[in-house]
């Protein structure tokens, strides 16, 4: 039995997904991050690769997750939060325990590619930014 199977299939998995992405717009730490954004597109693509990830009969049709990512200003923080959103959610609709373990695993392997390469995790580079400020300034005085 896939854990698709194990969670009770399509209705369910969707009935999950709603409120996760309804409760990661209306975060107070990373609602802003979606502001704007299609909220029906997100909670069927969303839908979409968690069920093909759980081993259900559904092939992902999105964007690839590192460039749709590439251009937000996500930092490791808002990952986690969306990740501890996620594990609350799967909490409060009383998925399997099984079903959660390998859902939190697909969602920590794609860290790099949400975060992009090389990305410091879990805090700002204040060093990296103040070489970026004076080098900017430098350019603007010359
Ligand atoms: C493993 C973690 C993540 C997964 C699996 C994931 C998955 C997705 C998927 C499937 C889409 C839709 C792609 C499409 O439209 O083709 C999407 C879009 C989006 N995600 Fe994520 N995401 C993750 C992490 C995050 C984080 C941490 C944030 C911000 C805190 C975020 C913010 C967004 C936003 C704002 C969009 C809409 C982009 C747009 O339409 O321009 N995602 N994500």
Same mark, same amino acid.
């Given at each position: ?12 998995? #969707? ?37 093909? !990830? ?11 997750i590192q ?15 969306? #990740? ?29 590619d ?14 990296? !930014? ?13």
């Amino acid at each position: 039995m896939s854990h698709f199977e194990t969670l009770g299939g399509e209705g369910p998995l #969707r009935r999950v997904i709603d409120m996760f992405v309804d409760r990661v717009f209306a975060d107070v730490m990373i609602g802003f991050i979606f502001a704007g954004k299609n909220r029906e597109r997100i909670r069927e693509m969303e839908y979409q690769l968690a069920a093909e !990830q759980l081993g259900g009969p559904v092939v992902y049709s999105g964007r690839p997750i590192q460039s749709v990512h590439a251009k937000l200003p996500i930092m490791g923080g808002h990952f986690d939060r969306r #990740r501890q959103i996620l594990l609350n959610t799967l909490r409060d609709c009383d998925v399997p325990a099984e079903v959660q373990a390998a859902w939190i695993e697909h969602v920590d392997a794609l860290r790099e590619d949400v975060l992009g390469v090389g990305h410091a995790p879990h805090e700002c580079d204040h060093d990296l !930014q103040a070489e970026r400020g004076q080098e900017e300034s430098i350019g603007e005085v010359s």
